[in-house]
Nanobody, 122 residues
Framework: QVQLVESGGGLVQAGGSLRLSCVAS????????MGWFRQAPGKEREFVAS????????NYADSVKGRFTISRDNAKNTVYLQMSSLKPEDTAVYYC???????????????WGQGTQVTVSS
């Protein structure tokens, strides 16, 4: 079973940038499509971005397209989310998960980690 630990969140001004990291356990990491999700206070968790096993294909929510970039380094068992031009509405707890290979936007694991808090001030 894959275990995931997110990091890299923090407080940033609107227009700024942050890079999130997700480190996965298990030697089968490279076999999975991976994704980022976020949950703002009082709202449901939503899809942000995903990437296939090789890193050659990505998918983004419309709200972050052109501003966020997902990438991965299979040798390091790590998935990244580079966030730029951040907006206050990006404020949320960000989580990573294995992504369903059919939908490319829904989580495959039932368990979630602690996530990492991103707060964007205006």
């Amino acid at each position: 079973q894959v275990q995931l630990v997110e990091s890299g969140g923090g407080l940033v001004q609107a227009g700024g940038s942050l890079r999130l990291s997700c480190v996965a356990s298990g030697r089968t990491f490279s076999s999975y499509a991976m994704g980022w999700f976020r949950q703002a206070p009082g709202k449901e968790r939503e899809f942000v971005a995903s990437i296939n096993w090789s890193g050659g294909r990505t998918n983004y929510a419309d709200s972050v397209k052109g501003r966020f970039t997902i990438s991965r380094d299979n040798a390091k068992n790590t998935v990244y989310l580079q966030m730029s031009s951040l907006k206050p509405e990006d404020t949320a707890v960000y989580y990573c998960n294995v992504v369903n290979a059919i939908t490319w936007s829904t989580p495959a694991l039932t368990s979630w980690g602690q996530g990492t808090q991103v707060t964007v001030s205006s």
